[in-house]
């Protein structure tokens, strides 16, 4: 199945009665670029294909959601992209160069916050900033460190563990770090999945406002279609595995900065939803799925 820009689908234009924006930046290379790539496993059984001709282009300072059923193979692709796994075949260009290795320039943000226990939020932060910025003056590295907690809104909880936070403050620590060096690509994995409602829509919020400051390039995992509209420029939804691709990519036409309460009074927004649904349960349903 050839990768499909939603706003050219047929169906597309039958349901929502009009094209969304157009889907590549003219004179601009891709930023960020997937292509052909396939990721095969050797198994006692043979060979066993997650992903099969992968084709994205991501174009500087856009948000990404990508979406699909769990076995899918979105965190082996954005692994690719951290530089934690490798394609069998295709590439994964940024900037038009491999990616060979994990590096700074692009930073992972977990579900499970990925925070040192014994750490506090400052010195969680600060090993990253040391370890980017080593020859920085120490007042600055220390400044860094503050200014970032700061952004998240933990300017007094800096001194506090893990332990002595709630999830989503564990979950601001983890993202505050990711930011405080700048990357170019911010890889976030289900970073809200295992938050309450509440703290879930807030951190959403804040997310954008920071990536609105700061216009970094960030591609998310989720399996929330709501949160998909919400916070991305693009949802890419991709097929079932084995030999997972992706199927179609939904350009979302919410001008931003975005209000959650305006756009869910917007007609346009069920439309998109409920296409978003129709693709994951009945195009692309699992067996078990009625």
Request: hydrophobic residues 40%; charged residues 25%; neutral net charge.
């Amino acid at each position: 199945m050839q990768n499909r820009t939603f706003k050219n689908s047929d169906v597309a234009r039958e349901r929502l009665g009009k094209p969304l924006a157009t889907a590549s930046r003219t004179g601009q290379n891709p930023y960020l670029e997937i292509k052909d790539v396939s990721k095969i496993y050797p198994t006692k059984n043979g060979p066993f294909t997650v992903l099969d001709g992968v084709n994205l282009n991501v174009y500087q300072g856009e948000f990404i959601c990508v979406i699909g059923h769990s076995g899918c193979g979105k965190s082996t692709l954005l692994n690719m992209v951290s530089g934690f796994n490798f394609p069998s075949s295709g590439q994964v260009l940024l900037e038009g160069k491999p990616i060979t290795k994990p590096g700074p320039d692009r930073m992972v943000v977990f579900q499970n916050y990925a925070l040192l226990p014994w750490r506090t939020a400052f010195e969680n932060i600060y090993l990253a900033v040391n370890a980017v910025y080593p020859n920085k003056p120490e007042a600055e590295k220390r400044a860094i460190v503050r200014d970032n907690l700061a952004m998240v809104g933990l300017g007094d909880a800096m001194d506090k563990k893990p332990t002595q936070m709630s999830g989503g403050m564990r979950q601001r620590v983890s993202i505050a770090r990711a930011l405080s060096i700048r990357p170019k690509v911010l890889i976030l994995d289900e970073p809200f999945g295992a938050l309450d409602a509440i703290t879930k829509e807030e951190l959403q919020e804040e997310l954008l406002k920071i990536w609105g400051d700061n216009r970094c390039t960030v591609l998310m995992i989720t399996h929330d279609i709501d949160e998909a509209l919400f916070l991305a420029d693009k949802l890419v939804m991709m097929t079932n595995g084995p030999h997972a691709k992706i199927g179609e990519v939904m350009e979302i036409p919410f001008d931003r900065p975005r209000d959650r309460v305006r756009i869910m009074e917007d007609p346009e927004y069920y439309k998109l939803r409920n296409y978003a649904l129709d693709f994951l349960f009945n195009r692309f349903a699992h067996d078990d799925v009625g």
